[in-house]
């Protein structure tokens, strides 16, 4: 059984930002991360809601989730899985909760800025796209080197197939920085519970048709002795995502 919000939602509205955040033993980062996105400037008169969903974490990043809905009640809502399940089904459950017109994916780590967050919501606002993607290979914004390396490797690897089966022409579908009409996310059947989240959503805004831009962000990098939960089986997975949803269409059901 899931547990109730930590905090009523806001009066939904079409000015609503939803900031969706998956929380899984980030218990260092965790709370610095949160106050950036609580400081950062929205464009265009957004409110906000962060949405936190702790994913079964055992280092104490639970008891800071509870803490942040706590201090900021008007702002922060809190959700947790009874259990460990991946990035994937946590941002299911954001996305089930939130109430906002927009919604913008932030890792819970520190390795994207919020400062970013007016260039990633202004084809959004605009009314230029559907879906935006905050690169770390478009071209420095005067953040953090782009990735390098083997990590960068793979990246373009999957970036390539990914841009095989749908059409679009991203530099960069591996990127956390997602942002989102609300209503396109809320009515797309999304299955992947690990890392496959980003190239499933991927094939399915494609297969909607939606326009997806892409912008650049700032990005810095951390190690696997740092909290980097990522590896090579997530990137083996990851192919098979591509594979998988470029022959099956299952977003309309």
Same mark, same amino acid.
């Given at each position: !059984?899931?547990?109730?919000?930590?905090?009523?939602?806001?009066?939904?509205?079409?000015?609503?930002?939803? #900031?969706?955040?998956?929380?899984?033993?980030?218990?260092? @980062?965790?709370?610095?991360?949160?106050?950036?996105?609580?400081?950062? &400037?929205?464009?265009?008169?957004?409110?906000?809601?962060?949405?936190?969903?702790? &994913?079964?974490?055992?280092?104490?990043?639970?008891?800071?989730?509870?803490?942040? /809905?706590?201090?900021?009640?008007?702002?922060?809502?809190?959700?947790?899985?009874?259990?460990?399940?991946?990035?994937?089904?946590?941002?299911?459950?954001? !996305?089930?909760? !939130?109430?906002?017109?927009?919604?913008?994916?932030?890792?819970?780590?520190?390795?994207?800025?919020?400062?970013? @967050?007016?260039?990633?919501? %202004?084809?959004?606002?605009?009314?230029?796209?559907?879906?935006?993607?905050?690169?770390?290979?478009?071209?420095?914004?005067?953040?953090?080197?782009?990735?390098?390396?083997?990590?960068?490797?793979?990246?373009?690897?999957?970036?390539?197939?990914?841009?095989?089966?749908?059409?679009?022409?991203?530099? &960069? !579908?591996?990127?956390?920085?997602? $942002?989102?009409?609300?209503?396109?996310?809320?009515? #797309?059947?999304?299955?992947?519970?690990?890392?496959?989240?980003?190239?499933?959503?991927?094939?399915?805004?494609?297969?909607?048709?939606?326009?997806? /831009?892409?912008?650049?962000?700032? @990005?810095?990098?951390?190690? /696997? $002795?740092?909290?980097?939960? #990522?590896?090579?089986?997530?990137? %083996? /997975?990851?192919? *098979?995502? #591509?594979?998988?949803? *470029?022959?099956? &269409?299952?977003?309309?059901?």
């Amino acid at each position: !059984m899931t547990e109730p919000s930590a905090s009523a939602p806001p009066t939904p509205g079409p000015g609503v930002l939803s #900031i969706l955040i998956p929380v899984y033993n980030e218990r260092e @980062y965790l709370r610095t991360c949160v106050e950036r996105v609580l400081a950062a &400037d929205l464009p265009g008169g957004l409110g906000r809601e962060v949405v936190l969903v702790d &994913d079964g974490s055992t280092d104490g990043s639970r008891e800071v989730v509870e803490a942040l /809905a706590a201090e900021h009640p008007a702002a922060v809502r809190a959700f947790f899985q009874p259990r460990n399940q991946g990035k994937g089904a946590a941002l299911r459950r954001a !996305m089930a909760e !939130m109430t906002g017109r927009f919604c913008l994916v932030q890792d819970a780590d520190l390795e994207y800025d919020p400062r970013d @967050y007016p260039a990633v919501l %202004a084809p959004l606002l605009e009314g230029r796209a559907d879906a935006v993607y905050g690169s770390r290979f478009a071209g420095p914004p005067g953040g953090g080197p782009a990735p390098r390396g083997f990590h960068a490797l793979i990246n373009r690897v999957l970036t390539g197939l990914s841009n095989l089966a749908t059409g679009l022409r991203l530099t &960069d !579908m591996e990127t956390a920085t997602k $942002a989102f009409r609300a209503d396109l996310v809320r009515c #797309i059947p999304l299955r992947s519970d690990r890392f496959g989240f980003e190239p499933e959503v991927t094939a399915k805004v494609a297969r909607r048709g939606a326009r997806v /831009a892409e912008v650049s962000v700032s @990005y810095r990098g951390r190690t /696997a $002795a740092q909290g980097k939960k #990522i590896g090579w089986k997530d990137g %083996a /997975a990851a192919v *098979w995502t #591509i594979l998988k949803y *470029w022959i099956l &269409d299952d977003s309309r059901f």
